[in-house]
């Protein structure tokens, strides 16, 4: 499957410097459509930011409390597997934004 939820400027603006900074660029999408999701998209997301970034995980949001930005972004931050792990500058965007 094709990518075609505009993710295309993030390729943009993780080109440019992808040799200086590809070692320390994690990517985390935050998945809330569910069933809207084309089967296969995730490998495709994946596959095309895998050259950007060292890290592409995306995690599919099923929890209604975290379903909306605020929280899911406070669960990132929060998430006791990340915690010790922060990075030093954090951006949380939307694709549709």
Same mark, same amino acid.
């Given at each position: ?42 490998? /495709?997301?994946? @596959?095309? &930011? ?6 592409? %995980? ?6 209604? $409390?975290? #379903?909306?930005?605020?929280? /899911?972004?406070? @669960?990132? &931050? ?6 010790? %792990? ?6 949380? $965007?939307? #694709?549709?934004?």
């Amino acid at each position: 499957p094709e990518v075609t939820d505009g993710l295309g400027w993030l390729v943009q603006l993780l080109a440019p410097e992808v040799g200086k900074h590809r070692s320390k660029t994690r990517v985390f999408v935050k998945e809330k459509c569910g069933e809207a999701v084309d089967p296969g998209i995730e490998d /495709a997301l994946k @596959a095309e &930011l895998a050259h950007y970034a060292h890290v592409v %995980d995306i995690e599919h949001v099923i929890d209604e $409390l975290r #379903a909306d930005d605020a929280t /899911a972004y406070l @669960a990132h &931050l929060s998430s006791s597997d990340r915690y010790d %792990d922060l990075a030093d500058w954090t951006f949380f $965007l939307h #694709a549709d934004a």
